[in-house]
């Protein structure tokens, strides 16, 4: 297998300068699907890099380099960094053009607390942006009108099914 050109959404302009730092968090190693140098990365599986810390850190490949979680992105309170919450929240586009931003809350190891669940419902209310979210392993869907007709079509929820990258 080759590595996939994956591109995560940011909504800042390149270059992306972010002023929180992953630090000892390796929560995306874990939990994000991907294929990296011929290695496939299963979500729950640690990166094969992944020792204490990344041991390819320095030389990861680009799509590494480009993933920003919504912690880091300012998006999230502090309280709710992955290593904290065992949440990992990515920021993904929507939309018949992908031109709508959501948040993908993925549980990691554990069951997402009924906290996390609420804040992110007052952030999509608040903000009129959607989420897509594990609750037990089953993926459930919130946020404005237009957001629940688009994924209301199972097809557009297949093209969606994996949670774990988001190809723009």
């Known amino acids: 297998m ?14 992306v300068v972010f002023e929180r730092q992953c630090g000892d968090c390796n929560k995306c190693c874990k939990w994000l699907y991907y294929v990296i140098n011929g290695h496939v990365k299963h979500p729950g599986k ?3 890099y992944l020792g ?3 041991t390819v850190h320095e030389i990861r490949p680009q799509s590494c380099r480009d993933y920003h979680c919504a912690y880091i992105q300012g998006i999230l309170p ?24 959501m948040l993908r809350v993925i549980e990691c190891g554990k069951k997402l607390e009924s906290e996390v669940l609420s804040w992110l419902v007052q952030y999509s209310r ?8 594990q609750l037990s392993g089953v993926w459930n869907y919130f946020g404005p009108n237009q ?12 093209e969606f099914k994996n949670p774990f990258i988001s190809p723009q």
Not at 86 to 101: A, R
Not at 126 to 133: E, F, Q
Not at 147 to 158: G, L, N, Q, R, S
């Open 147 to 158: 957001f629940m007709e688009f994924f209301k079509d199972d097809i557009v929820k297949a």
């Open 46 to 48: 640690p990166c094969f």
């Open 126 to 133: 608040n903000t009129g942006t959607g989420i897509i979210y």
């Open 52 to 54: 204490d810390v990344c």
């Open 78 to 101: 502090e309280w709710m960094k992955p290593s904290r919450s065992d949440v990992l929240v990515n920021v993904e586009k929507w939309g018949p053009n992908k031109e709508f931003q």
């Open 2 to 15: 080759t590595e996939k050109n994956i591109q995560f959404y940011s909504s800042k302009p390149e270059p």
